[in-house]
């Protein structure tokens, strides 16, 4: 895949590790849990351009320039795929609403806006509120799955990315060390040393 075939994630050291951004035309799956910075990779990704796109709020406070979906159906988003650029805030609100189905009726004609459109979709799950199995089905339809995890150690924190799944480009064989700074996520520079 061609560097211009990418988009800029907007996350600093990111683009770097999944050669040159998240591809274009593609279904991206950002897990975590709504402490693991989840939303910054999202609103990074929303506004790392001027151009902008669409950001679905489904989950919390409707920001400036989003487009307030709390009340919407699965049925009625692609109205609103606007730019190059769309974020749905999240894929587990529509399960939890909706059904498993619905959620993969949505990912499909997403996968096929994205063409269509030549844009990228991003979709926010949280983790540990869905069966395995639906989770499964979820993975298979998307483009890239990124996870951000968290793990405690005895008196400190570290974020952790792991790239699971990436079209066309290799995945990433080992858990990124992130921070979660002012400006949002920053992939760390050094590891952890044991």
Known sequence: MRKDDKQPTG????????EGGYPSEAVIIVIGSPLSGIDHI???FWKVEEEGGSYMMI???VEEGMVDAR???PDTFPVHYQGKRIIVDSLSSVILNFGIDEALRSLSIARKE?????STIMFLLYNNIHKPEDENRIFRLADVVLELKVVT??????????????????????LIPFNITDK????STTSRVV
Do not use: C, W, Y
């Not at 994205?114 to 030549?118: C, G, S, T």
């Open 11 to 18: 996350v600093i050291g990111l683009d770097a590790v999944i």
């Open 42 to 44: 999202a609103r990074q």
């Open 59 to 61: 989950d919390s406070e």
């Open 71 to 73: 009340g919407m159906t």
């Open 114 to 118: 994205a063409a269509r459109e030549k």
């Open 153 to 174: 150690f005895v008196t400190e924190v570290e974020r952790q990315l792991a790239v699971h799944k990436l079209r066309q480009t290799n995945v990433p064989k080992r």
């Open 184 to 187: 949002g996520v920053e992939l």
